[in-house]
Structures are given as C-alpha cells and as structure tokens.
C-alpha cells in the first residue's frame, strides 16, 4: 500500500530555511498523474496547502507563500521535499506530506525558534 514518511529537523531558527523530505513507498512518484503536495496545521489553525508537485515534475505552490517556497523530487530515492525560507515563528507546524490529500504521512512537528 501506499505509505508516505516525513522526515526533517523538529526545530529551527528564525531567518533560516527549512528542508522537508518525504519518502515515498508503494508506488512511483513519477507514474499514475498523480500529485503530491505538502500541507500543514498551527495551533488554533486550520488545515493549509503549502504547495505540490505531480507525477510529471511540475510543480505548484500557495500563491501566499510567494518566493519564500520550493518543490523537489528525488526520482531515484522516490522523495519530493519541500524548502521554506525566512522563517518566522508563525512558520511553526506539524507538516505533513500526501498524495492527492487521500494519502497522509503521520506528520512532523517543526518549531521555530530561537
């Protein structure tokens, strides 16, 4: 079946850039039109689209994260990853990677800090 897996740092500082990995197993992140995307929830928010990429390698992200956000894949170890830059302390989330928003990674709790 289908399994996703965060990984990354749990805290880091205000003003650096944050770099999430999710390993895919089960199926290809390249075959099926499929897409994948990173979301992520603040205490008291709700649920927020980060951005994605699909199965072709194109990528998309929340129009109000504006230059501060990048999409990758690693086709060869099966990951897509997720870089945030300038972080603040509203920056501060569980993380959370999917496929098509069906399939969910357990999460990861990023703080930011100093």
């Known amino acids: 079946q289908v399994q996703l897996q965060e990984s990354g740092p749990g805290l880091v500082k205000p003003s650096q850039t944050l770099s999430l990995t999710c390993t895919v197993s089960g199926t290809s992140i390249t075959t099926g039109s499929k897409f994948w995307s990173w979301s992520r929830q603040s205490p008291g928010k709700g649920l927020e689209w980060l951005g994605g990429i699909q199965s072709d390698g194109t990528t998309y992200h929340n129009p109000s994260l504006q230059n501060r956000i990048g999409i990758s894949r690693d086709t060869a170890r099966n990951q897509f990853a997720i870089h945030l830059n300038s972080l603040t302390p509203e920056d501060t989330a569980v993380y959370y990677c999917?496929?098509?928003?069906?399939?969910w990674g357990q999460g990861i709790q990023v703080t930011v800090s100093s």
């Open positions: 999917t496929r098509q928003l069906v399939y």
